[in-house]
């Protein structure tokens, strides 16, 4: 993606969702020292396209959501949706966190109504919304309970209705189900799965981007897998994911073209978590 670095629509008028161009953000330690989190970062997210980024611990792949996203501006280069510079928080993005975006004091429906409601929804037609996205991910017999009276996975449901309720183009997930039991996660990408597919087939599915430790996750969700290198990170490669969908995840970890992209894949993301490990060794000697 170097070169031309103006906004706006590609040569031959294709816009992707998404474009980072030549970005890098640098931040500020409490000491004053500046800190390289992500450096001359290229990036393309097509319309529909589900993109998993991996990278080591700490190299950036959460910074790199949150300039997507507008929480953060990039100290070089440029970010662009849907062609155009980012500029602050977009109302067509939405975002799922590793921890859980709830309002304790809110029950479940009052939570997945709160999202229309901020964007000006009429009260009647966001609980409606509301009332249909929690009857999609399983809740519809939860709406009158709190956050504290769910489990793990039930909590993790209520974050994903809370972002399809307000029909994101861009969907941005950071790590959303590592704090999940094996079973409550692979069952919690299926879910996903099959709340994407459905906007697929409906003409209207999300762009997304999903940061995640686990390569197996990445695999078995994303179209293609980005790998970032050490911090401070940048792309390295990236690798398309050629296995039909729909997808279950359990069952797709069998196919022997999982196992060859996995291998394919770890050998160059191994290189990148062995640079990570022996720079922290070297900083303990």
């Not at 959460?62 to 602050?88: D, K, Y």
């Not at 921890?99 to 939570?111: E, I």
């Not at 792309?235 to 291998?263: C, D, H």
Request: aromatic share 6%; hydrophobic share 40%.
């Amino acid at each position: 993606m170097n070169g031309d670095r103006r906004g706006g629509p590609a040569p031959g008028g294709h816009t992707p969702a998404i474009e980072l161009r030549g970005a890098s953000k640098v931040f500020r330690t409490p000491s004053g020292a500046a800190h390289t989190a992500v450096r001359d970062l290229d990036l393309t997210v097509e319309r529909g396209e589900f993109v998993a980024v991996v990278g080591p611990t700490g190299c950036g792949k959460s910074t790199t959501l949150t300039l997507v996203s507008g929480l953060e501006e990039p100290t070089e280069g440029e970010v662009l949706v849907g062609g155009e510079p980012v500029r602050g928080i977009r109302p067509e993005v939405g975002f799922v966190f590793q921890q859980d975006a709830v309002f304790p004091w809110r029950t479940v429906l009052s939570n997945v109504t709160a999202g229309p409601r901020f964007r000006g929804v009429p009260k009647a037609e966001a609980r409606d919304r509301a009332r249909d996205w929690l009857g999609r991910v399983g809740l519809d017999a939860f709406a009158d309970r709190y956050p504290h009276q769910l489990s793990g996975g039930q909590r993790k449901r209520v974050a994903l209705a809370q972002t399809f309720v307000c029909d994101p183009a861009i969907l941005l997930m950071d790590e959303p189900f590592s704090a999940l039991d094996v079973q409550t996660r692979a069952l919690m990408s299926d879910e996903l799965l099959e709340l994407w597919s459905a906007s697929r087939a409906d003409g209207a599915a999300a762009s997304v981007v999903f940061v995640t430790h686990d390569l197996e996750e990445a695999i078995a969700l994303a179209d293609k897998v980005v790998v970032m290198t050490a911090g401070p990170a940048t792309v390295k490669e990236v690798f398309p994911v050629r296995l039909p969908r729909p997808r279950k995840v359990e069952a797709v970890r069998l196919e022997p073209e999982f196992v060859e992209i996995y291998r394919e894949i770890w050998s160059s993301l191994g290189e990148e978590v062995r640079i990570t490990r022996e720079r922290g060794a070297s900083r303990v000697a």
